[in-house]
């Protein structure tokens, strides 16, 4: 894939993975300090001695936030939706400043692996080079990929999943049950709101419930068209 330059007011799927494949989140520890860094390096305004601090506090996976100098309004990036899997990640932003996917980015991937690399005592590249990013040209697709994002958990204990679920409350509960995404958030169970921006993808269904309904209903071409995308 060719590195695009993001352009602020535009939606864009990142993703990466572990170099090799390898698992990148081993417990929740690694998942919560994954979570916390989605919100603290997402300020146009923190400073870098912040940054470092931040980077070197390996044993509070969620960096006692109250503690911190609070952040400002001002984000490099509206976060969408998000899911995190043993061994990557999705992410749905939309590009809020200047700059902001690139800044982001290099924040979230400096400060995980560092953290990830000092916890375990090693050293080296954790990710797969650099994060994999697609614009989305297509205001239809946010719903879609928003759908396929959150559906993504699944492969953990239904690996073709993509085929296709007959069993829909199995759906409903173990994505329901799955702490490390957005998904909560918007079928109205509180997990990380202070995250996600819900408002960009609110004008495509009025309630939560709505929104259960669309994952209940996602249909195998439709994922098969976004797995072409990204």
Not at 35 to 48: A, G, P, R
Not at 158 to 181: R, T
Request: net charge positive; hydrophobic share 35%.
């Amino acid at each position: 894939m060719s590195r695009i330059k993001a352009e602020t007011g535009y939606y864009y799927h990142i993703y990466n993975r572990g170099v090799d494949k390898r698992i990148i989140f081993e417990n929740n520890a690694d998942y919560a300090r994954f979570i916390h860094s989605l919100y603290f390096c997402n300020d146009t305004k923190v400073q870098n001695l912040n940054i470092r601090r931040f980077i070197s506090d390996v044993k509070s996976p969620t960096l006692n936030m109250e503690k911190r100098d609070k952040r400002s309004e001002e984000r490099l990036v509206d976060i969408m939706c998000f899911s995190l899997m043993p061994n990557h990640y999705h992410l749905l932003v939309k590009q809020a400043a200047e700059n902001g996917v690139s800044l982001f980015m290099h924040r979230l991937g400096t400060a995980y692996t560092n953290y990830f690399n000092a916890k375990n005592e090693r050293n080296g590249s954790l990710f797969q080079g650099r994060f994999k990013i697609k614009q989305i040209t297509e205001e239809k697709y946010l719903v879609y990929l928003s759908k396929y994002i959150h559906l993504n958990p699944l492969e953990i204990v239904v690996p073709d999943w993509q085929e296709g679920v007959k069993d829909k409350n199995k759906v409903n509960d173990y994505l329901s049950s799955y702490k490390w995404s957005s998904y909560q958030d918007y079928v109205g169970i509180k997990n990380f709101p202070s995250i996600i921006n819900k408002d960009l993808l609110g004008e495509y269904y009025p309630s939560p419930a709505s929104y259960k309904e669309l994952i209940n209903t996602f249909i195998p071409d439709d994922l098969r068209q976004i797995k072409n995308m990204i």
